[in-house]
């Protein structure tokens, strides 16, 4: 199913530390259109669980978290 | 809820950088933030602290300024980075300010102003503050 996933946006985020890739997704998000997927990539564990809280809080749409070999890929769809 | 009020009046760089990361997220989200520095806390703002980043650290601290695997933005970038993208704004404490002897061009260019405790008050009134 991950194979299958797009993003419209990838925002490479490896290697930053909190808070780094959810700035720059909120970054990204503000200045998106409605339906707009994102991917962001993270080696940050932290990133893992603080990203779908704040995507919940913020009213987008988690659309599912893919983990590779030493990073995440979080898939975010705008609302 | 109308925001965060934060008091930053610790020089210990861990606790800046947290109430850098949490204020950030928190204007980064759309929540207003008021960030006054007081007291010892005005000295890591100091340029020459910065660019020597000669600041107050622990081991978690060092670990931060010398990791060459995980980016972690320095507390003026991150505040300065959360001004540009949400309705965040930092003050730095007249008072502490004259007893550094400092004027506001003697700290890093992410002050909106200063404030006295007064000023303060009347920012954090519908504020939840958080004292660091």
Redesign the interface.
């Known amino acids: 199913m991950s194979e299958q996933l797009t993003a419209d946006v990838t925002i490479d985020a490896r290697g930053a530390g909190c808070p780094g890739p959810l700035m720059d997704l909120i970054g990204k998000v503000k200045t998106a259109d409605s339906g707009t997927v994102f991917e962001l990539q993270t080696s940050d564990r932290g990133s893992v669980s603080d990203v779908p809280e704040w995507v919940e809080k913020a009213g987008h749409e988690l659309v599912e978290t893919v983990e590779h070999e030493d990073y995440w890929s979080i898939y975010v769809q705008k609302a | 809820m109308n925001g965060y009020a934060l008091v930053v009046a610790t020089d210990e760089f861990e606790k800046i950088t947290a109430a850098s990361?949490i204020g950030?997220?928190a204007a980064?989200?759309d929540i207003p933030v008021d960030v006054f520095v007081t007291m010892n806390g005005l000295r890591p703002f100091e340029h020459e602290v910065v660019e020597t980043r000669d600041f107050t650290t622990g081991p978690l601290g060092e670990a931060?300024l010398t990791?060459e695997?995980?980016?972690?933005?320095l507390f003026t970038e991150?505040f300065r980075?959360?001004r540009e993208?949400g309705p965040m704004n930092l003050y730095a404490c007249t008072m502490a300010m004259e007893m550094w002897g400092r004027e506001l061009d003697d700290y890093v260019d992410i002050f909106d102003g200063e404030l006295g405790v007064s000023g303060f008050l009347t920012k954090a009134s519908d504020k939840q503050v958080i004292f660091v």
Do not use: F, L, R, Y
């Not at chain 2, 695997?69 to 933005?73: D, L, S």
């Open positions: 990361i950030s997220i980064a989200s931060m990791s695997e995980t980016e972690v933005p991150q980075d959360a993208m």
